[in-house]
């Protein structure tokens, strides 16, 4: 433990679970200073860039996450990509531990028969988020289309897809995104879980919205209303859950409104196959029917539909990228550790470090990583709600100061503050900061405010540290 000198941690990623973990820092009785490094020119991660620009009040976390930035003991160092343009060994020159929080953007596959065809939703939520990382346009010429996933994610996928562009272009969107979005010919959006209500992933509000727009039907067929026993303790013991199924039941039950749009919900079908034709183009998804098995889980029934459409998203899960210098789980796809402790090793054949419920009795007695930490989802995946990440941050925090007042970490040999903004420009390295982030903010909401909205995006990679730049 040094003297004398405030605790250097320096985060990686600068999304909510970065910044959750930079506040638990500046809120312990540890004199901290903490720098926030961000791959991407500007701040905010899944917010940004994983949500859908019809949802507003989600954004509006962005404005508590702002206050923690604010705060004098942080830092933002932003266009930094950690790994590739400095390393970990860098790093713990000037640190005495850092903490991972890169989140989760990759698409999982999808293994089935022809999947190799289907689109994972990732790489729409990029495009139509202005992620300059994803294509700049999109093929939207379908006019039937198929989401594979009942999940929060796939729900937005679907509502973008059936919603028009004009609906849209009220939002942050860039003309780039607005350009595909107008031409969209889908008038059919079906989305497919293999389970039943009682294990459907959206959130109420989520599964409310959907019914907002004018354009949209939406469609749930009165025969996946069904539960066992096992649906039915699901529904107790969760209010949320209960809600969902409650909305479900209301849209099966409800009068059609004769929007132009359709977006069906479809349940108890699992996907069994993607068809295409002899140019690889997609056709048809074939799904079986499952049935209930009475402890929530299902069954096949050996009974297969084909449903003709022209493209097959998959919206079944992220996964994060493996981070240079550091162990990695290959079957999770996340930093091996406990509780937010990296170890030095990935999971052995009986378990997986750091994830709940794993089988590994070992884990605890591996050896760690001194200083280094994980939190969010590259510690256990893409699972939760923005506010679940708090929770893995104050853990991940709490362990790192205990580790710290017994003297484990890096033992940095230039702790000081301004070594840091010497080592970034004596590498070339052009990063952009937190005052320049209000710089930038400030060029997006006059673009939009010159088209009567709230803000346009900076799609474009060097116009964003363009306008990042805070002289």
Known sequence: MADNRPLRVAVIGSGPAGIYASDALTKSDQDVAVDIYERMP?????????????????????????????????????????????TLDEL??????????????????????????????????????????????????????????????????????????????VTEIPDNVYDSLKDNQAKEVHVFGRRGPAQAKFTPLELKELNHSDTIEVVVNPEDIDYDQGSEEARRSSKIQDMVCTLL???????????????????????????????????????????????????????????????????????????????????????????????????????????????????????????????????RGPVGLIGNTKGDANEAVANLLEDYAAGIGFAPATPELEAVDEFLKSKGITFTTWNGWYALDKHERELGEAEGRERKKVRDWDEMVKFSQDN
């Open 249 to 379: 039941e209301q849209y099966a039950i409800a009068e059609p409104k004769g929007a132009p749009h359709k977006l069906y919900l479809h349940f108890f079908e699992s996907p069994h196959e993607v068809k295409t034709d002899e140019s690889g183009k997609v056709t048809a998804l074939v799904t079986e029917r499952t049935q209930l098995t009475g402890d929530g889980r299902v069954e096949g029934t050996g009974k297969f539909t084909e449903w003709p459409v022209g493209a097959v998203y998959r919206a079944v899960g992220y996964k994060s990228d493996q981070q240079a210098d550091l162990p990695w789980d290959e079957r999770e796809n996340v930093l091996p550790n406990v509780g937010g402790r990296v170890l030095t090793e990935g999971p052995t054949a009986d378990g997986i470090a750091g994830v709940p419920g794993s089988a590994d009795p070992e884990a605890e007695k591996r050896e760690r990583l001194p200083g280094v930490y994980a939190t969010g989802w590259i510690r």
């Open 42 to 86: 500007a701040p905010f991660g899944l917010i940004r860039y994983g949500v859908a620009p019809d949802h507003p009040r989600i954004k509006g976390i962005i404005k508590s996450l702002h206050k923690v930035l604010d705060k004098p003991e942080i830092r933002l160092f932003a266009n930094v990509n950690v790994g590739v343009d400095i």
């Open 92 to 169: 713990k020159q000037y640190y005495d531990a850092v903490i991972y929080a890169t989140g989760a953007t990759d698409d999982r596959e999808l293994n089935l028969p022809g999947g190799e065809h289907t689109i994972g939703a990732g790489e729409f939520v990029g495009f139509y988020d202005a992620n300059p990382d994803f294509e700049p346009s999109w093929d939207l010429q379908a006019d039937s289309v198929a989401v594979i996933g009942v999940g929060n994610v796939g729900l937005d996928v679907a509502r973008v897809l059936a919603k028009t562009g004009d609906e849209l272009r």
